[in-house]
């Protein structure tokens, strides 16, 4: 199932839930309310980074706040979670992830241990990533004003030379390529905050993506787009791309792996994996003829051990398709509502 | 009065208000948590922004979250704090801000309106900062784990060739400056939010002191260290410089303006003014020949207009204290326990 309800008309007044979803309505808060007030030529790029040309080179700038709910889930924590979020964000930009800043909003009363266990978490993140967080802060609102504990991360790295990416660079024909199986970080979440025991091993794929793009970087420079597809999914990323470029994209299921427990929890919990969200998966636009070459890096590296090209750049404009299974054609829209809270 | 009372121990297993004080529960916080777990050189310089070699220039960085209660006040809200608040850590660094990111957890719930108000008042912020907003984020959380809307910004900026600034540079007969009267910002936060009725304009500080900064180093490179006395008031800044550089500081009571509507506040909520957070302030420790100058640089600007030698670098190692007008010397600590939450 695809989540296609609107929002109630008479809320929109007030923020809602699916604000925060990186689906439709987020975009919708991007347009409507930041982008005219903050009006710049690097924020209305709408790319998951800010590259700002200081000193000569190229610098790479992002942030991320993260609010998700259980803090403690299988394959990780809010703090490794925080560092990877903000390290993929630069790594998608083409950067080499360099500082990191900190900053916790914790609630009275929650456990100094917690704390010292997201700090750990935090710290190894950073070091398994290869960034150092060198500036933070620290607030504190009152019970019932928080939840435990609200990590942001900001993040700056230096663009490696001879990379241009955009999410508004891919062209008719290019390849589409997925770093792996899709939906493992919204499953783990929701399967555990709904208390649900289901068979298989199912685990977050937080994880850190600096290394696996500097695999592809290394194999060729030619890479049109990278990002990674987060809250709203696989759906919502390649939504964004096909808008931003103006090319439609053009899908088939069969190429798109979902680990068998994801499809279990998403058949339980009435879920499409294409908008559950990934916290380890890349999506790379190639031209078509580095496909196999940016496949087989990809392979390589243990977090691409499962990279597919799984569609095409093609069709009408500003429409994602996908051939199911059965041979027939799906529209695959972005993300609208607020089925998936809290899962970042 | 000064705040000396401990935290109860028996609470010292859970975040207390205390921990966000910007005093002692903040440095032990600091010192205990995260700088252990973190470990690296620039994040163990304790400045309030990081100074990091990118590029063969010198590149701040620096990041605060904002939860100031209640968000919209006399002197400013949420939105302009938050844009001046990380310009002043950009700029006590010698660094002319370039960008910043703005991250946003918003509550279930709250107004579009007042988000929108929000914002605006940080575009504009940003405009008269001379710096752009080129990245952020939106996360919304249910009714009740937040409370409306919490900022996070971070900044980057350039550091000014030939500036070298530190909290451990303070030298014995240096000058401190003051660029104006304390207390300004907390006082109106906290009668607002006492919903106490003072004779007499009562409005917060909140500027950008990037170009008071710029006006200083315009006169003189020859400057030790700069701060802005934030949470935990001119006390606690003086109190880390002080810690820091391994010297002593001495005041002069009669040297240190208090607004008079300040004044009075401070007496109604039992209140000692040099522990009362400032927005729109900032700390100059120079060589002693270079103090004429940095005041009168300081004072042709409208920021700086009351700025002020208030006392001198000397005395017992690490400890700050005051001449009172009465001809007495007091001891001057850092801020201790929780009074003055969510203050920024």
Same mark, same amino acid.
């Given at each position: 199932?695809?989540?296609?309800?609107?929002?109630?008309?008479?809320?929109?007044?007030?923020?809602?839930?699916?604000?925060?979803?990186?689906?439709?309505?987020?975009?919708?808060?991007?347009?409507?309310?930041?982008?005219?007030?903050?009006?710049?030529?690097?924020?209305?790029?709408?790319?998951? !980074?800010?590259?700002?040309?200081?000193?000569?080179?190229?610098?790479?700038?992002?942030?991320?706040?993260?609010?998700?709910?259980?803090?403690?889930?299988?394959?990780?924590?809010?703090?490794?979670?925080?560092?990877?979020?903000?390290?993929?964000?630069?790594?998608?930009?083409?950067? !080499?992830?360099?500082?990191?800043?900190?900053?916790?909003?914790?609630?009275?009363?929650?456990?100094?241990?917690?704390?010292?266990?997201?700090?750990?978490?935090?710290?190894?993140?950073?070091?398994?990533?290869?960034?150092?967080?060198?500036?933070?802060?620290?607030?504190?609102?009152?019970?019932?004003?928080?939840?435990?504990?609200?990590?942001?991360?900001?993040?700056?790295?230096?663009?490696?030379?001879?990379?241009? @990416?955009?999410?508004?660079?891919?062209?008719?024909?290019?390849?589409?390529? @997925?770093?792996?199986?899709?939906?493992?970080?919204?499953?783990?979440?929701?399967?555990?905050?709904?208390?649900?025991? @289901?068979?298989?091993?199912?685990?977050?794929?937080?994880?850190?993506?600096?290394?696996?793009?500097?695999?592809?970087?290394?194999?060729?420079?030619?890479?049109?787009?990278?990002?990674?597809?987060?809250?709203?999914?696989?759906?919502?990323?390649?939504?964004?791309?096909?808008?931003?470029?103006?090319?439609?994209?053009?899908?088939?299921?069969?190429?798109?792996?979902?680990?068998?427990?994801?499809?279990?929890? /998403?058949?339980?919990?009435?879920?499409?994996?294409?908008?559950?969200?990934?916290?380890?998966?890349?999506?790379?636009?190639?031209?078509?003829? !580095?496909?196999?070459?940016?496949?087989?890096?990809?392979?390589?590296?243990?977090?691409?051990?499962?990279?597919?090209?799984?569609?095409?750049?093609?069709?009408?404009?500003? @429409?994602?398709?996908?051939?199911?299974?059965?041979?027939?054609?799906?529209?695959?829209?972005?993300?609208?509502?607020?089925?998936?809270?809290?899962? /970042?």
């Amino acid at each position: 199932m695809t989540f296609t309800c609107p929002a109630p008309i008479a809320a929109k007044d007030k923020v809602l839930l699916g604000h925060g979803s990186g689906g439709k309505l987020s975009a919708e808060l991007m347009r409507e309310l930041f982008l005219p007030a903050f009006a710049n030529p690097v924020l209305s790029r709408l790319e998951d !980074q800010a590259v700002l040309e200081i000193g000569g080179g190229r610098l790479a700038f992002t942030t991320d706040s993260f609010v998700v709910k259980p803090l403690f889930f299988r394959g990780g924590d809010i703090g490794s979670l925080a560092v990877h979020g903000t390290v993929n964000d630069l790594a998608m930009g083409g950067a !080499q992830p360099r500082a990191l800043s900190a900053a916790f909003i914790l609630e009275e009363g929650f456990p100094l241990a917690d704390l010292r266990r997201v700090v750990d978490s935090m710290a190894q993140a950073a070091k398994r990533a290869g960034v150092s967080i060198v500036t933070g802060d620290t607030k504190v609102v009152e019970r019932g004003s928080g939840d435990g504990v609200y990590i942001n991360t900001a993040g700056i790295g230096v663009v490696a030379d001879g990379v241009n @990416l955009s999410a508004a660079h891919a062209r008719p024909g290019d390849a589409v390529i @997925l770093s792996g199986a899709i939906g493992d970080h919204g499953a783990a979440i929701l399967t555990q905050r709904e208390g649900l025991e @289901l068979e298989g091993a199912l685990e977050s794929d937080s994880a850190p993506l600096n290394g696996l793009v500097e695999a592809v970087l290394a194999a060729t420079r030619e890479v049109r787009a990278m990002r990674d597809p987060t809250r709203g999914g696989l759906a919502s990323a390649l939504n964004e791309i096909a808008a931003q470029s103006g090319v439609g994209i053009a899908l088939r299921e069969e190429a798109i792996a979902v680990h068998a427990p994801v499809r279990g929890a /998403c058949e339980v919990l009435g879920l499409d994996p294409l908008y559950v969200a990934n916290e380890g998966k890349m999506i790379a636009i190639v031209p078509a003829e !580095q496909a196999d070459l940016v496949v087989r890096a990809m392979r390589q590296h243990p977090l691409g051990a499962e990279a597919a090209q799984i569609g095409t750049v093609g069709g009408q404009a500003g @429409l994602v398709t996908m051939r199911t299974a059965f041979g027939t054609t799906r529209i695959v829209d972005m993300l609208a509502g607020d089925q998936l809270p809290r899962i /970042c």
